[in-house]
């Protein structure tokens, strides 16, 4: 199906409201909450893990390479299963696969090989879900409401990286890391049950992967525009998430207790912070609310470069909630800037770059800065590229209406 034949077909179907979408949204909330914790909670496992498999340090942490570079495949491989099989079944399937490569860590031995192999396999099939998602959340519905529900579905990371370290600890109690896993396979299963019941899109699929659409998507200015606006905002979030427990206690001479308290504090009130921008992203446009909070993530970034210790808590503690509210805004930009057999194509192709710049690139270069013992300066220097990034939004306000139109 391509575009102009959705489009034809759509003129007869009234858009959803949002408070009738919320059962959908909240069914896909609940997946990206599992397909969060697939990915993540290998963080808190990571020391039972090394015990039971006999590897060092530096082996484990191959663990999350293996994870992202299974994701980078699976989330440009979405594009060619969402146009054979429809995003619902592409969703259905990554929720299935996900669980089954899950279930392989419970019965497996402990061959590292295998381990390895296993975790590509698991970021490939998690890695099918986001593009389908995003095409999914937006089905049929206004452009205002954009916003609002990708606000409810990036509740999802937040409480996964707080539930995840919970979870594992209780189970741990029980048993070995591998039953930690159980309860996230089992909810797989009824989620991917529930979504194949659940039939709100139809066979709505995304347009095929040719040379062709890859043009069509890589000529619109608004690709670029949002493709640096992502990089920044993931380097914001998960690369200076990963980066700032060593800079405090390492530069800053704080202590791991206290470290570890600002953060989870700030990650609870992070969670509520898409809520937020998606009410303003539906009263405001999208727009002008990223410009309006990457202004914000930029200066409270520079601030933990810059504030004295006894300050320090008031940047630690707005700086993740400032850039946690990226995203909803910006997914709604995306859904609304190009057609809709274009809106998983857009994210296969921006998600993985801007994942390796953003949360493996940046993380490497604070790094760097580290070593240099200016810590502080990476801080600063990162915050100031993310606070201009608001000019570049300022630009999509400009250039974004017609795109579309153009297409």
């Not at 990554?94 to 089954?100: A, E, H, I, N, V």
């Not at 619109?220 to 949002?226: D, E, K, R, T």
Request: glycine residues 10%; proline residues 5%.
């Amino acid at each position: 199906m391509n575009d102009a034949d959705f489009q034809i077909n759509a003129q007869d179907i009234k858009p959803f409201l949002l408070k009738e979408q919320l059962p959908h949204i909240l069914i896909l909330t609940c997946i990206f909450f599992l397909n969060i914790l697939a990915r993540y909670l290998w963080g808190p496992l990571i020391v039972n893990i090394e015990k039971d498999l006999g590897i060092s340090h530096a082996q484990a942490g191959s663990i999350f390479i293996n994870i992202t570079s299974g994701y980078f495949i699976g989330v440009i491989g979405s594009w060619i299963f969402s146009s054979k099989l429809n995003h619902r079944n592409t969703i259905v399937l990554s929720c299935y696969t996900c669980g089954l490569s899950l279930m392989m860590f419970m019965v497996s031995g402990t061959s590292l090989l295998f381990f390895k192999i296993m975790l590509i396999v698991v970021g490939a099939t998690a890695g099918l879900y986001l593009p389908s998602a995003i095409a999914s959340l937006a089905y049929n519905l206004e452009p205002k409401d954009f916003g609002r529900a990708f606000a409810i579905h990036e509740i999802s990371p937040s409480l996964a990286l707080i539930i995840g370290p919970l979870l594992a600890e209780f189970l741990l109690g029980w048993g070995s890391w591998r039953i930690v896993l159980g309860p996230i396979v089992v909810g797989f299963f009824v989620m991917g049950l529930l979504y194949r019941i659940k039939n709100v899109t139809g066979d709505y699929k995304s347009d095929p992967l040719t040379i062709r659409n890859v043009i069509r998507v890589l000529s619109q200015p608004v690709f670029w525009i949002m493709l640096i606006l992502f990089t920044l905002g993931i380097g914001a979030n998960v690369g200076i998430y990963s980066m700032t427990p060593l800079y405090l206690q390492i530069e800053r001479g704080m202590g791991q207790t206290y470290t570890n308290l600002i953060m989870a504090v700030a990650r609870v009130a992070a969670m509520f912070s898409p809520l937020v921008v998606g009410w303003l992203a539906g009263r405001y446009g999208p727009r002008p609310v990223i410009a309006f909070t990457n202004l914000l993530t930029g200066t409270t970034t520079i601030l933990l470069g810059l504030c004295p210790n006894k300050w320090l808590w008031l940047p630690l503690f707005f700086q993740p909630i400032f850039a946690t509210a990226l995203f909803p805004p910006a997914y709604a930009v995306l859904a609304d800037a190009v057609p809709s057999g274009l809106r998983s194509s857009i994210i296969a192709l921006l998600m993985p770059v801007a994942m390796l710049l953003g949360g493996g690139i940046f993380p490497i270069i604070l790094g760097a800065f580290g070593d240099a013992h200016r810590f502080y300066a990476g801080f600063i220097y990162m915050g100031i590229l993310v606070a201009v990034s608001a000019l570049f939004m300022l630009f999509a306000i400009l250039v974004g209406k017609g795109i579309r139109d153009r297409v």
